[in-house]
């Protein structure tokens, strides 16, 4: 049935002027989602009401999704004419399946062809729109269908549950087994009580962590030095990468800012054999990021499992090699992604021109607990298989999802072809 057979068109005009008051400003993802949207600037032109169950699209990114139904938790929301607004008929569409449907690839490639305009700037006009033919099953098929699919989400969403709430308590395991306690909470409030010659970072929280202890450490845990535990500390290539294709890679710092060795993150770089010499990269090096503009991304790490040929590691990066008689660099790279370990990098972070940065004294100086080698591996081999298993439900209930929406499309749309043979 063409859509104009099953929406009703909405034209509530408002009054929005000194203000909306209790009206809410939306916006429409193009994943079909409508949220609220904080708007300081007023209005211009007129403004009209949607409400919970209408159905709304925005003229010029309808083509790219951005088709929704207004929430529940949206009691009144206003937009502007560039948003047409529609009731669907009750007698004929549940909420819910219209959601979907709108979605389905179908349904966007039928809505591509009544995009009109110059490129880049076309657009869906209501009636263009309304003369889109949807299949519309009785109103319990609908039902059957949204109840099946919504099953499978939920399905999915338990399964991202469970996965979080084993690798968090797997991961909390790891920090208490390694001795780290949670760092002294800082106050939140100014505290001027350090001297100057005992402040190793001018920083707030520098200061902080100078005057109320950095990390608490478990009585019974051996801490050392980072330095005493490594073979070498050194920072990345300072040349400016080539302008064409070579046959030596650098990694960019995006390669390290996640917690794992992105390789297809790099740049070119003139080759020399002295560079590769420098800067190679070898099994159990754990990379650091030195600087970054995100507090967060500063010291993240990640590990590097295997020799690596041609690739060399740039200047905002730090290459820490570990003693492997002393020190697990698998154990290692997951210690600094621990709360304690992150507290004790930030609070050494440096500012300058809107950057954080640390340096390889910085790094040498972190206080890291070292249990026995053979513990940290046992340490590490729980972790990871606990991130594992994590990993194996979370795709689970990814392919959970992608068949579940196959599944709705395909019935729908086949009973589409069935019917016009």
């Not at 005992?198 to 050392?224: F, K, M, P, Y």
């Not at 980072?226 to 710092?253: F, W």
């Not at 295997?306 to 997951?334: A, C, H, M, Q």
């Amino acid at each position: 049935m063409p859509l104009r057979e099953l929406l009703a068109e909405r034209r509530e005009s408002v009054l929005v002027k000194g203000g909306l008051g209790d009206w809410q400003a939306i916006t429409i993802k193009f994943s079909g989602e409508v949220l609220p949207r904080d708007r300081a600037a007023a209005f211009k032109g007129a403004m009209f009401a949607a409400y919970p169950g209408d159905l709304l699209f925005s003229k010029i990114d309808a083509r790219n999704g951005a088709i929704g139904l207004i929430p529940e938790t949206i009691a009144k929301a206003v937009v502007t004419s560039e948003y047409p607004v529609f009731i669907p008929k009750a007698d004929k569409l549940r909420p819910l399946y219209l959601r979907h449907l709108l979605q389905a690839s179908h349904f966007r490639a039928d809505l591509q062809s009544k995009a009109s305009g110059t490129s880049g700037r076309k657009r869906v006009t209501p009636e263009g729109f309304l003369s889109l033919n949807v299949p519309v099953p009785t109103l319990p098929e609908q039902d059957a269908l949204i109840a099946s699919y919504m099953a499978a989400l939920k399905q999915a969403a338990q399964l991202e549950q469970e996965a979080d709430s084993a690798q968090r308590t797997e991961w909390q395991s790891f920090e208490l087994a390694s001795g780290l306690a949670a760092s002294t909470p800082l106050p939140d409030r100014p505290v001027f009580v350090a001297r100057f010659k005992d402040v190793d970072r001018w920083s707030h929280d520098g200061i902080l962590r100078v005057a109320h202890g950095a990390t608490n450490q478990a009585e019974s845990c051996h801490v050392v030095p980072l330095e005493s535990a490594l073979m070498e500390v050194r920072h990345g290539c300072s040349l400016s990468p080539a302008k064409r294709v070579t046959t030596l890679r650098i990694l960019k710092i995006s390669a390290v800012t996640k917690g794992h060795l992105n390789l297809d993150e790099y740049k070119h770089i003139k080759d020399d054999a002295r560079l590769r010499e420098q800067f190679s990269l070898k099994a159990g090096d754990i990379l650091m990021c030195r600087t970054n503009g995100t507090l967060a991304y500063v010291g993240m790490s990640a590990l590097v499992k295997t020799d690596i040929e041609g690739t060399i590691f740039p200047d905002k990066v730090i290459r820490v090699r570990p003693d492997e008689n002393k020190i697990n660099s698998e154990y290692l790279w997951l210690l600094l992604q621990l709360p304690p370990m992150r507290k004790q990098i930030e609070g050494a972070a440096r500012t300058a021109v809107g950057n954080y940065a640390i340096g390889s004294k910085d790094i040498k100086a972190l206080k890291i607990p070292l249990p026995p080698i053979t513990e940290q591996q046992k340490l590490f081999d729980a972790l990871h298989a606990a991130m594992l298993t994590a990993q194996e439900k979370r795709t689970e209930a990814a392919v959970l999802r992608q068949s579940a929406w196959a599944a709705f499309e395909s019935t729908v749309f086949n009973a589409i072809e069935k019917a016009t043979q």
